[in-house]
């Protein structure tokens, strides 16, 4: 069960710490189901912080997202650990990034918060309208309960309202945390892939105008890959211009590229937190893509990442008894 | 001519000749260009400060301070150094080959104004190639300007641009060249030190003076410095800034340094104008 | 001019008699709702808020070739002269003024030919606004849900019918083309329509005063308050692309065999490369200082030289960006600041 009280007192007592620079969390927006990332570096704002179904930003993005400024002369680099509050999705991307190097055990503080699932802000607007007026809302007996403006409270049933993933997911607890604010959930979720065998099942033709028609649509805003927790490269490969990988013009080629490239770039790294779905303003179905790769290294090397950080990253490693039966 | 109508459209010029002014990494190579159209040759007319866009079709596009006065006739001189993609294509380029011109853009040093004061230039490496088009202007006009003194230096003796050309300064008299290093070197019988210590040096009045500078950003930081130590006004102390650009020509929104677009504003700025720009110094 | 009326089941024979134009509607291409020309019979839905991709895709497009040229060759063939004739059919007042307003920089000094010949072959019928979307500000900046910059034509949803209000003479000539299905309209249909602007301008919840913003924001230069509201800004394009105001661009070059062109695409003020010089060196290293100059580009330096805040308040940067920065709380800020 959610104890907004404890989420605080820790919150507190952890941005008090010494050797904290500051805490990520989530608190309200500024509008209807909106939630936003708050970065809390003094003990008075933690009142703000929150933890509902309306959290669906993954925070680990802002380990690697955040720019490390040139320090000044004769002053020292602040060091000092991230206190990140996470869901089950968000820690494998932590664990993930550790495993990669990316970002330090020793500069991670994590705050795990076990969680039933988080809403799709497109379906829900579409239930009750873009509202202005702030939502609040939190999970009951397996429903989704939002109290909406006005003192109207409306109990939806989890499978009307939580987003695609959250309903397949098998990982709700942190799989990492130094400390876990309450008690784990329920694995509700089970993951037969039927989404991606729905699409495996069309023809090669039929797939490839579905495609054509999603990626015509890519303004490139890049907001997929700058939200994904595990793209970080400092330079961009889909940036460069020297040479150029991938064209800027948006065409349906280009735009291509752009998304199979970042898709192979996240095969067996791509920790299914689904917010790359989430943020697109085209509405592309990112997750299927990145859901059929998932499938394919699950299957053939029954491997899943972002589960122990003692593990070798999948694409830099190699056993002699790799499957090989698919390439050759 | 600014355009064919079409001020993207770039004119095609022949390198006429073309020689390194220094070697190494980030070597630096002049440039002599003429334009192939006759008719754009003729109409050509630009002022000691404007830039043009230089490039080849299919590598892109750089905006490079055109470094040649109007008074040395019909043909336009670039020094580029070799950073990045385009100025890498062109530093391939040899004499009979053709790049691609637009321009001129920006504004000018306003030489008009300036009739009648002394004019002190202040460069450190490359960014003397923005300050030659004035010092040949004046040159050229010496009998419109009571004073020319022209400072500059680099890191080591070959790492100045225009060497040739600035012996031959040294020597005349009514122009004084001031040249520096920043290390003792053997044969070197001028000025060792950091440009900004070369310029309390040669310690000049700012009384009926305009002082122009340019390098680089730490460079400029320390002459605005030394400039207000020895009594310069805001609006007596000019320099060009520079930033990436796309267009040219105020549409793309890149070049902001504030308020302010460098390649229509700019790039030549007062100093009057910058201090209420805190981007200006970015 | 009088004002015309448009009942709806006439709609589509309004629209087809709009001729050899091609006539853009808000439609779905893909999962987005943006303008696309309307295609064989079919007639606009209008029943809708805004599109996500603003129409200024079809005057500005995302990508557009500039120039093409030979791989290995000199010459440069200007591509202009190719531009049709358009209708945008359905805008939203705040679409509209974000034409006039990116017109000012288009048209200053050197003329954008690609962008003119576009504008001049554009002629735009309005859709007055009258359930305004949640986040809309236009009374703030200067526009309204009715209000008439930028358009040709304006129909205001009566109902049953829409009441045509030619604005310009190519409004006029639009109407006279399609004037059997239009007739006169009545002095309460005028004051109907009235009612319908009025009732939806009380609708529009968000406000803020712009007062002293203009002038306030460069001294906040330094001001911590952007750092606030930049931390979990995550550096895409969103709020860029689908402005309907940002107008930035990248000129590239690019050769596929030997055809070669130097086409514009869209470019956005928050990616890190965007003012990156080739030294390295890049005057907006951190996201703090890109954040600080798209508000004070928008709501400052545009109006330094155009008078005019470049915003339209059309709100998609707020339902759309995925953190949840907003531009309202970020100038509520600024103006606790000042």
């Known amino acids: ?328 | 001519m600014k355009d064919n109508g079409n001020p993207y459209k770039p004119h095609v010029a022949t390198v006429e000749d073309t020689w390194n002014e220094t070697y190494g990494d980030r070597c630096i190579k002049t440039f002599k260009v003429v334009f192939d159209d006759e008719k754009v040759r003729e109409s050509w007319e630009h002022l000691p400060g404007q830039c043009a866009m230089i490039g080849l079709p299919g590598v892109g596009e750089s905006m490079i301070s055109i470094s040649c006065s109007p008074t040395e006739g019909k043909f336009l001189r670039f020094s580029v150094m070799r950073m990045g993609k385009v100025t890498q294509a062109l530093h391939q380029l040899e004499p009979g080959d053709k790049m691609n011109v637009r321009g001129p853009y920006g504004n000018s040093f306003p030489v008009d104004e300036w009739k009648g004061k002394k004019i002190i230039t202040i460069g450190g490496g490359i960014g003397q190639a923005p300050l030659r088009p004035i010092i040949e202007y004046v040159k050229a006009n010496r009998s419109d300007y009571e004073d020319l003194t022209v400072i500059y230096g680099s890191r080591t003796s070959s790492d100045l641009c225009f060497q040739g050309e600035l012996e031959e300064l040294n020597s005349c008299d009514d122009v004084s060249c001031h040249l520096s290093i920043d290390v003792e070197e053997e044969n070197w019988s001028h000025f060792v030190g950091f440009v900004p210590s070369l310029l309390m040096d040669v310690n000049p009045s700012p009384e009926n003076t305009i002082a122009i500078t340019c390098g680089p950003p730490i460079m400029i930081k320390f002459v605005l410095e030394n400039l207000k130590k020895l009594n310069f006004e805001d609006d007596q102390i000019y320099t060009t800034l520079e930033n990436r650009m796309k267009c040219g020509i105020g549409k793309c929104g890149r070049c902001n340094a504030g308020n302010l677009y460098v390649c229509k504003d700019g790039p030549v700025f007062s100093y009057a104008t910058l201090k209420q720009v805190p981007e200006a110094f970015a | 001019m009088e004002h015309l009326k448009l009942s709806k089941d006439k709609l589509g024979d309004f629209v087809a008699k709009l001729g050899d134009k091609e006539v853009l509607v808000p439609q779905k291409e893909g999962e987005a709702l943006k303008f696309v020309p309307l295609t064989g019979d079919s007639v606009p839905e209008l029943d809708y808020a805004n599109t996500s991709v603003p129409p200024k895709n079809a005057v500005f497009p995302q990508t557009e070739t500039m120039l093409r040229f030979e791989w290995g060759k000199m010459e440069t063939t200007a591509v202009t002269g190719e531009a049709k004739e358009k209708v945008f059919f359905g805008v939203r007042p705040c679409d509209a003024r974000a034409k006039v307003i990116v017109d000012k920089l288009f048209t200053w000094d050197e003329k954008d030919p690609y962008y003119v010949e576009k504008r001049e072959k554009s002629t735009v019928v309005g859709l007055a606004c009258a359930e305004p979307c949640s986040n809309c500000f236009c009374t703030s900046v200067g526009g309204g849900p009715a209000s008439t910059e930028g358009l040709d034509v304006l129909l205001t949803d009566l109902g049953e019918s829409y009441l045509v209000q030619p604005l310009t003479d190519e409004g006029q000539s639009l109407c006279q083309a399609a004037s059997d299905d239009l007739e006169k309209a009545a002095e309460g249909d005028v004051q109907a329509a009235e009612k319908v602007h009025q009732e939806a301008e009380k609708k529009i919840s968000r406000q803020i005063d712009t007062g002293g913003i203009p002038e306030g924001l460069p001294g906040l230069w330094e001001n911590e308050l952007w750092e606030k509201v930049s931390q979990s800004c995550l550096g895409c394009g969103i709020c860029t692309y689908l402005c309907p105001t940002c107008h930035c661009f990248d000129m590239q070059d690019e050769v596929e065999g030997f055809d070669g062109r130097r086409c514009r695409t869209w470019d956005s003020c928050m990616f890190s490369e965007y003012t990156m010089h080739a030294s390295g060196h890049n005057p907006r290293p951190t996201r703090r200082e890109r954040t600080r100059n798209r508000i004070n580009h928008k709501y400052s330096y545009f109006v330094d030289k155009f008078d005019v805040i470049a915003c339209v308040g059309c709100g998609r940067c707020i339902s759309l960006c995925p953190v949840n920065i907003d531009i309202l709380d970020i100038l509520s800020k600024v103006k606790e600041a000042l």
């Open chain 1, 1 to 328: 069960m959610v104890d907004l009280d404890k989420l605080r007192t820790v919150a507190k007592e952890t941005v008090s710490r010494d050797d904290v620079k500051y805490l990520i969390g989530w608190s309200q927006g500024t509008f209807g189901f909106r939630v936003s990332p708050h970065f809390v570096k003094e003990p008075e704002e933690v009142d703000s912080l929150t933890f509902s179904p309306l959290c669906c930003n993954n925070l680990a993005t802002y380990l690697t997202l955040t720019e490390k400024n040139p320090v000044p002369r004769g002053e020292e680099a602040d060091t000092r650990k991230v206190a990140l509050m996470v869901k089950g999705c968000d820690s494998r991307a932590v664990v993930q990034q550790l495993v990669e190097h990316g970002v330090g055990r020793d500069q991670v503080y994590i705050i795990g918060c076990p969680c039933e699932g988080v809403v799709d802000v497109k379906k829900v607007e579409k239930k009750f309208g873009e509202l202005l007026e702030p939502v609040q809302a939190s999970w009951e007996n397996g429903k989704v309960s939002f109290q909406l403006p006005g003192g109207q409270v409306e109990s939806l049933p989890r499978e009307e309202v939580l987003a695609q993933n959250c309903l397949t997911c098998r990982y709700p607890n942190p799989v990492v945390s130094d400390i876990l604010l309450w008690d784990e959930v329920e694995v509700k979720g089970n993951d037969d892939y039927e989404d991606v065998k729905e699409l495996e099942s069309k023809s090669s033709q039929d797939k490839w105008a579905y495609w054509q028609d999603k990626f015509t649509s890519c303004i490139r805003c890049y907001s997929c890959r700058n939200v994904c927790p595990l793209c970080y490269c400092e330079d961009c490969i889909l940036d460069r211009l020297n040479p150029t990988w991938v064209f800027r013009s948006t065409n349906v080629a280009e735009n291509t590229a752009f998304q199979m490239a970042r898709a192979f770039h996240l095969a067996g790294r791509c920790i299914e937190c689904g917010e790359c779905e989430r943020v697109c303003p085209v509405d592309i179905p990112l997750m299927k893509i990145n859901r059929k790769l998932y499938k394919e290294v699950h299957e053939k090397y029954e491997f899943e990442p972002g589960l122990d950080p003692e593990t070798k990253p999948f694409q830099a490693s190699y056993r002699p008894d790799d499957k090989e039966d698919f390439i050759l």
